[in-house]
């Protein structure tokens, strides 16, 4: 994983810095999105290994319809360089860019069940305190988590689930 990341840093920066010079960030960061969930599909990726499929080809399969110039040499340039397999990090790493220069913190919210409106927004709350900044808040659902929630902010992570208490109590008692 962190090779892919470190292949994908420079392509990622690169993207972000070509989109925010065409003033069209919002979307590069549709395209990017979309052409890194095509490019993770496994028959995809499969097909993107195929060294029978030209660079041009392999670039035109992930690369969104009506995609500027500029988009398409990028995929292009991916493509050239053997590159596209890592578009979803590419993806992720432009959506930190973008969230960094926006001063927005992406955190994820996993919780035992669903969560109230009144709930996400103490904890969106909460998180906008600790960081003074705006935050978006994703959700998933982990029912192994018993009670609680895990909240994921980037370098941060605090978890207050029920399965995190009992793993950390079980610690000390066998201390």
């Known amino acids: 994983m962190s090779q892919t990341l470190t292949l994908a840093r420079p392509y990622a920066r690169a993207a972000y810095d070509l989109a925010r010079q065409g003033n069209a960030v ?61 578009l979803p990090e590419i993806a992720g790493l432009f959506e930190q860019y973008r969230a960094d220069a926006e001063h927005i913190v992406r955190a994820k919210v996993t919780s035992a069940a669903p969560m109230s409106a009144d709930e996400l927004a103490n904890i969106k709350a909460a998180l906008k305190r600790r960081f003074n900044q705006d935050v978006e808040i994703d959700t998933a659902i982990d029912e192994s988590l018993i009670g609680g929630a895990v909240i994921d902010a980037g370098d941060v992570v605090i978890d207050g689930s029920l399965k995190g208490k009992l793993v950390r109590l079980q610690n000390a008692l066998a201390q």
């Open 26 to 86: 919002v979307d590069w960061s549709n395209a990017l999105s979309l052409s890194a969930r095509i490019a993770a599909d496994p028959n995809v990726a499969q097909l993107l290994g195929n060294p029978l499929l030209s660079r041009q080809e392999a670039a035109g399969l992930v690369a969104p319809e009506g995609a500027s110039d500029t988009l398409r040499n990028f995929f292009a340039t991916l493509a050239e360089n053997g590159r596209l397999n890592v």
